[in-house]
């Protein structure tokens, strides 16, 4: 398996509600990393998970909240979010957090009324 | 931090032309210069990548050449075909190993 798959692939959601978004990789890899991409615009690093343990958190406002409950796994819990968050979420892994080569998910977009 | 500067931002060629996007990188560290090929709804794609140690790499129809010197690296595409047709995306890391995008080129080849 040499893929990331990311769930849902679409997502509708008020201001009010609280959802997840889930990645998952089969890989081994040990590095996963959380991107947000606006149309046209080159992804934007979110959060970064080494060995499973939150690396990187590039200011990200705290109605975004990551979790990695194992090393093949990855979540983003999405509370009170903004119509501006609406956006494509793409998970991505790293074979280690030493590597740059990314393997990115499909993504989930997300649209915020 | 790093930054890398892509240009053109829009790139109209036809068919069979040859298609060059320019990036430059300012952290003389960086050591890893990878592009990403994102066709529209898709996930970016790695299509070719080169390391410091190299100065030019060559995958079929795609090329990339680096110039440590200059902090300047490109994408060369021969005989563009309209599948050929995204937005591509040059990037590069050094010592935080998490890479540092440019801003895209919207590639459009013209049957």
């Known amino acids: 398996d040499t893929e990331v798959t990311q769930t849902p692939k679409h997502l509708v959601m008020g201001m009010t509600n609280k959802k997840s978004l889930k990645c998952e990789q089969h890989?081994?890899?040990?590095?996963m990393y959380w991107y947000k991409q606006k149309a046209k615009k080159p992804p934007e690093l979110m959060f970064v998970?080494?060995?499973?343990?939150?690396?990187i958190n590039e200011s990200v406002p705290s109605r975004f909240s990551p979790e990695c409950p194992n090393s093949s796994l990855l979540n983003l819990h999405l509370h009170a979010l903004q119509p501006e968050d609406s956006a494509l979420y793409l998970c991505a892994s790293s074979q280690d957090p030493r590597e740059a080569e990314l393997f990115f998910g499909e993504g989930s977009r997300l649209t915020v009324l | 931090g790093e930054n890398v500067e892509q240009h053109p931002s829009t790139l109209s060629v036809q068919e069979g032309d040859s298609a060059v996007i320019k990036c430059t990188y300012s952290?003389?560290?960086?050591?890893?210069f990878p592009w990403y090929k994102q066709e529209l709804g898709k996930r970016p794609q790695l299509i070719i990548d080169i390391r410091s140690n190299v100065g030019e790499k060559k995958d079929q129809r795609i090329a990339v050449t680096l110039n440590k010197t200059a902090k300047h690296f490109s994408l060369h595409i021969t005989e563009t075909q309209p599948e050929d047709s995204a937005v591509y995306f040059c990037?590069?890391?050094?010592?935080?190993?998490?890479?540092?995008f440019g801003r895209g080129t919207s590639l459009i080849v013209h049957p």
């Open positions: 952290d003389s560290a960086s050591n890893y």
């Open positions: 990037a590069a890391s050094g010592e935080s190993y998490i890479p540092t």
């Open positions: 998970y080494s060995y499973e343990k939150l690396s």
């Open positions: 890989m081994g890899h040990r590095a």
